[in-house]
Structures are given as C-alpha cells and as structure tokens.
C-alpha cells in the first residue's frame, strides 16, 4: 500500500484547534476491517503543525467509551494541560468509576474528570522539534495507543525553516509502530477485560511488553514511498508499545541524523544503523540521489526477526532537481549547566509471579507522591539504571545523555533528548534541564505495558 501521510489539522479559530476522539472503521488491512480509535477518527491522528511560541489551545472531546488524557510527549506544558493519568475527558453522558483491583491502589481523592471536552493550552515556548500526541490514561495507556490513539505535532521555528533542508513534500513525519490482528482485521491486544473499563492490565505470558507482527507505518502495513532520486527528511517516530527497532537502508545507505527528540542537533551526524525504543524520535535526511530509478530501497528493522523485519520501501522513481542540501553546523547547542543535584532511579521488576510490578526505586505509581523535586531552572544529573530494556521518558524537562556504565554515549544518543533508551544492567547518566513550569510531572518507562504496571513516578518542579 502506498505510505499515508496524515492529514494537517485545520483551526477553527487562529491557534484554537478541536478534535474529537472516536472510533472508526478503516481497512487497514487489505480485505479486512479494523475498529481503530482516533484522534479525528484516524490513525495516526492529524498533524498539528505548529510555529515555536504560538499560544494553541486544543479542545479534545471524548466520543469513546473510555476515559483518556491526552499527553504531549516532548511539549513544554504547563503542568495542568500535560495529561496526567489521573486527569480525565469522559465522554459526555457517560458515568464513570475510577477502576479498583490491587494492580495499581492509589488514593481517590487524586481523580480529576471532565465532562464531554477539555482544553489542553500548548505554550509551546520551546525550539522546533518532532513531537507527538497520544493517550495517557492511569494503567491503561498501552491499549488505547495500541487501538489508535496518537498522532504527531511539529514546532516548526525560524531556525530550522532557514536551513537548506528538504522541504515539503520531502519532510515526511513517519510513525513507525507494530500491531497485531485477529482474521477479521480487528487489533488483537491481550487485555484481562477488554472493554478497558474495569480490570487493568494484560495476561501473564505478556508482562515484559506487547509486540506485534506487522509492522506500521503512519497506519498502513508496510507502505512503499515512490521518491525522487534526491534527499529526503524522515521524522522517524516509534510508537509501538515495547518494540524497538534498529533501522537500516539496503540496499546500502546511510542516514544522516540532524536532530533528535528534542529538536536539531548543533552538527550532523552519519549513522549506518540507528537504534530507536518507544517514544523516541531521529530527525534524518536519506539521500536517494546515487541510486538509478527502478531502485528499491528497504528501511528494515535488523532487531526484527520474520515479517516483522521489514518496515517499509522507497521506490526511487525519476531523477530531480534537488536544491537542498545538509550544513556542517546546523544549530547552536547550549553548553550543559553545572549539575546542582544528582538523583539516582532504579527501573526494575519487584515482586514474585503473580504479584510482580515494574517500579521505579522499589515503588509502584503513587500519584501525588514525588520522588524528586528538582528547583525550576536548575539542572540535575538523574542517573537511570535498569534490569531489562526500559525507555525512559521525562515529562518537560530535556536531557543530554552524559554516559552509559561510565563510557561515552552511544552516537545516536546526541542532541537534547527527552526519551532514552537504558538497556538491560546499565546505568545511565543524563544532565536535565528543567524550565518551564512549576508544578506536577511524571518520568515513566515508555514501554507502555511498563509504564501500566506502574512504572512510573511524580516529579515536582519547585
Ligand atoms: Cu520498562
């Protein structure tokens, strides 16, 4: 099929944006049906493409018949507008009980519910970047995204729009995800209750995370692009739960990395391979222009093993002009601020069979009880470390990565980031930057079936 790219989401007024969200029918599958639920009833949902500092304001409303909050990951939000799971659009007429079970006992009074719609305020005072929306909802985020509930949101900024980079059509966003299907085309996803309003959580056999079989690409199976012989900026996304991917061009090529979660990097980078885990984000060019036309191209995931090896193909079809081109020195990259603090957080399996949890230092999500209270606009060093692969994801703040088991960063983990990928036994240090806002965020692991089984923690910026 050919790749889709969403649709960019229109105002209704200049800087106010609404979107519902609703269940659809899309034949996702060649021949079949699949009950997505999306934002604008697609998947992915639009593209909100943006300006650096354009005060937007997005009113959500809920046609599900599930509670959501919506996250911007990566945005610099004022704490009442980030998502907290807890903090929850019900669709209008809809009663709703905060779900019980032992999964995940927290206090009541924490709960926060709108009726029908609300508004997220997006300051967005922050440099161009790649973001992304999706569903956050207390412990049952990972079947929600899983059903559809994601989509990107450009900061676009004079610094970024002046430099020779492809543009246009040759700026493709790619949310790259898995997921897997039952005959009928409908998602199969392992939830103990599927109706996603009592029992959290999902069978036994799938703790360690949910991976699927086919691979998406902005919603389709496998998608071919048909591309010029020229160069081309891919906003590689990985949304899928717990999947990570290690992307590769064959045949041979290379990506040229210019930015990373959090926007461009001060100098490009060339990769061979580039390893992302869920929720990270690569700004890269792909250059097609050596290949002849008639060439394919695959970005293939060499982590995958089957089907789920392959992502999707670039179909170079006729030569082109191609004005763009790749500076040496892309952007200005501040210099790390001295650290005023150091904090340490274990991300780890606790408990025996049957009553295991992901927990953050030995505690699973207590909303409302921080475990750290980082001074607004000072730095921290935060030092991750970890039984098993757990992306690791901050709320508001950015990061560079300082080391991994005391050793220079891997060269993918370059730039201002917000989302790193800590493997198994590894500790890894980053220096986080927070500004903004005062108030209350989360750091999580962005496996999502982690972070349902409560890995994931309060911060509180003072
Ligand atoms: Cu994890």
């Not at 079949?32 to 304001?57: A, C, M, N």
């Not at 695959?298 to 992502?311: E, F, K, P, S």
């Amino acid at each position: 099929m050919p790749l889709p790219v969403p649709e960019t989401a229109v105002p209704v007024r200049p800087g106010q944006y609404e979107i519902v969200q609703r269940a659809a029918k899309l034949e996702t599958i060649p021949g079949t049906t699949t009950e997505i639920w999306g934002y604008g009833g697609t998947f992915p949902g639009p593209t909100f493409d943006l300006r650096r500092g354009s005060r937007t304001v997005i009113r959500v409303r809920n046609e599900l018949p599930v509670p959501t909050s919506t996250h911007l990951h990566g945005g610099v939000t004022p704490a009442h507008s980030d998502g907290y799971p807890t903090d929850l659009v019900v669709a209008e007429g809809r009663g709703f009980r905060p779900h019980g079970g032992d999964h995940s006992p927290h206090d009541l009074s924490q709960w926060t519910f709108h009726h029908g719609a609300r508004d997220y305020a997006y300051p967005l005072e922050q440099r161009a970047a790649t973001l992304w929306y999706h569903d956050h909802r207390m412990d049952f985020t990972a079947p929600q995204v899983w059903r559809g509930l994601a989509g990107f949101l450009l900061v676009r900024d004079d610094e970024d729009d002046a430099l020779p980079l492809p543009k246009g059509e040759r700026d493709l966003p790619l949310m790259i995800c898995d997921r897997a299907f039952e005959e009928d085309g409908s998602f199969r996803y392992p939830s103990l209750d599927p109706t996603l309003l009592v029992r959290p959580g999902v069978r036994d056999a799938f703790m360690e995370g949910v991976e699927g079989d086919v691979i998406l690409v902005n919603g389709a199976p496998w998608p071919f692009l048909d591309v010029d012989a020229a160069r081309y900026r891919l906003r590689l996304l990985n949304a899928s739960s717990a999947r990570r991917l290690q992307l590769r061009l064959t045949p041979g090529g290379r990506f040229v990395q210019i930015g990373s979660d959090q926007g461009l990097l001060a100098t490009p980078l060339t990769h061979d391979a580039i390893t992302i885990s869920p929720g990270e984000r690569f700004d890269v060019i792909a250059d097609f222009s050596d290949h002849p036309a008639g060439t394919e191209v695959t970005m293939v995931n060499t982590l995958g093993v089957g089907a789920a090896r392959d992502v999707m193909r670039f179909r170079v079809r006729r030569r082109a002009p191609d004005d763009s081109r790749i500076p040496k020195r892309l952007s200005q990259v501040e210099p790390a601020k001295a650290a005023v603090a150091v904090r340490t957080f274990d991300f780890r399996r606790t408990g025996q069979e049957g009553a295991a949890a992901w927990t953050i230092n030995g505690q699973r999500f207590r909303p409302g009880q921080p475990l750290a209270t980082p001074r607004l606009n000072t730095s921290e060093i935060w030092r991750f470390t970890s039984d098993f692969h757990h992306p690791v994801h901050v709320h508001l703040a950015r990061f560079q990565v300082l080391s991994r088991n005391g050793k220079p960063p891997a060269p993918t983990d370059a730039g201002w980031k917000d989302t790193v990928d800590v493997r198994p036994y590894e500790v890894v240090d980053v220096l986080a930057r927070f500004e903004g806002y005062r108030g209350r965020y989360l750091l999580h692991c962005h496996n999502l079936e982690h972070e349902d089984m409560a890995m994931m923690a309060d911060f509180e910026v003072i």
